[in-house]
């Protein structure tokens, strides 16, 4: 079963905004920290934190993100 069409912005957001954080939070807690027993879960908290930043922040930002990229980007011809 898939959600309806009207998601679409927000399960991107999700998806796209937990992604980056995994990947960014990651990198930097184990940078500071190295590959030690407290890593794993300074890395969780820290994910948490800044995915609970990241989300909304992707929500509200994207839709001017596309606008800008509109404006500078040009669209292809139709065929």
């Not at 934190?49 to 993100?65: D, S």
């Amino acid at each position: 079963m898939k959600l309806p069409a009207v998601t679409e912005p927000y399960v991107y957001g999700a998806l796209l905004s937990c992604v980056m954080c995994v990947i960014t939070t990651g990198i930097a807690t184990f940078l500071a920290l190295g590959f030690t027993i407290d890593a794993p879960a300074a890395w969780f908290t820290s994910w948490l934190a800044a995915w609970a930043v990241a989300f909304p922040t992707v929500l509200v930002v994207g839709p001017f993100v596309r606008r800008v990229t509109a404006q500078v980007v040009t669209q292809p011809r139709p065929q």
